[in-house]
């Protein structure tokens, strides 16, 4: 008997509904590692909805990294929580996914090519914002980042991540070396900063320029190895779950799950550096450990660098709960590194829905060239 139910008259479409119901109960151990979901068919006349709704909803689950789809046999759980590697007995280990696709076979340079912004609507909302804003872009920007960007962020990640932040958790900042020092201003020195290995240069060497002690844990298929990061002495873990650079390496949705447990003990933190997500060629975007923990205690990154320009400089981070008061008490006085005329042009490229029309582009044109391979 299937004990889902979908509420016809909530916001949420039926089929988002029914993926979070079935996620909820991989994760809790329902269907266990190998076992199979109910049918579609039987999902469907059940609950009332089509069997395109109930795919929708296995596809999603499929594109996380759940379970995954088996030709003529169903669907089947590959989701665990004992730290192996997420592929299923009968799976070769390293099955031909989206997924899988997304993370390692797009060439950097041509992904770079592929998502340029469009210059005509940039210049656009630029003329605009001068023209509505007048002199008040030459005005100084709050320390934190203008209430405009500042609100734009916080309903983009709603709608978008699942991200249910407001504006007093977002910090505007110059581009992610800037903001990793500013996170160890707000940790602490004292604390051991677990990074991936290998991983962004730059990461390493603004923590180790922050006088701080970095331990670094080696990467295994689909994210930091599990025996590392239980014998790790790390306080902090800075991870890149969406697509690690330089390796490519795509954390899987146990890894995901295996960090938030890891960081479940008291005074741990991880820092998501959600870097490029946005052009993820899944139906839906990465789910991203600051949305999937309950605990309060994920730092999430991101810039617009490769969203809009390199040259804009500008990207931000949004603090739990927890660390937005103090942060604002402690370090409120650092002046915000990103100017208020280009924080208005982003606001604007983000409330007019050419930022989303631009990522829903790119992400039509990586499908279509996956699906011509």
Known sequence: MVRYQIDRDAPTPAYLQLYLQLREDIVRGIYSYGGKLPSKRIIAGELGLSTVTVEHAYALLDDEGYVES??????????????????????????????????????????????????SVLAKVMRKVISDRGEAILDRSPNMGTAELRDAISRYLGRSRGIAADAAQIVIGSGSEYLYGLIVELLGRRRIYGIESPSYQKIEQVYRACDVQVEKLPLGRDGIESAALRESRADILHISPYRSFPSGVTASAS??????????????????????????????????LFALSDDDNVIYMNTFSQTVSPSLRAGYMVLPRRLAAEFAERLGFYACTVPTYLQYVLAELIDSGDFERHINRIRRQKRDTEKKR
Do not use: C, M, N
């Open 70 to 119: 088996r030709q003529r046999s169903g669907y089947y759980v590959i989701f665990r929580t004992d730290g192996g590697f997420t592929a299923s007995p009968a799976a070769q280990p390293f099955r031909d996914s989206r997924r899988r696709q997304d993370s390692l076979h797009v060439p950097a340079a041509s992904l770079a090519a592929s998502t340029e912004f469009p210059f």
């Open 255 to 288: 890894k995901r799950h295996e960090y938030i447990r890891w960081a479940a003990k008291p005074g741990r933190y991880l820092v998501e550096d959600d870097f490029e997500s946005e052009f993820t060629v899944l139906t839906k975007p990465e789910e991203t």
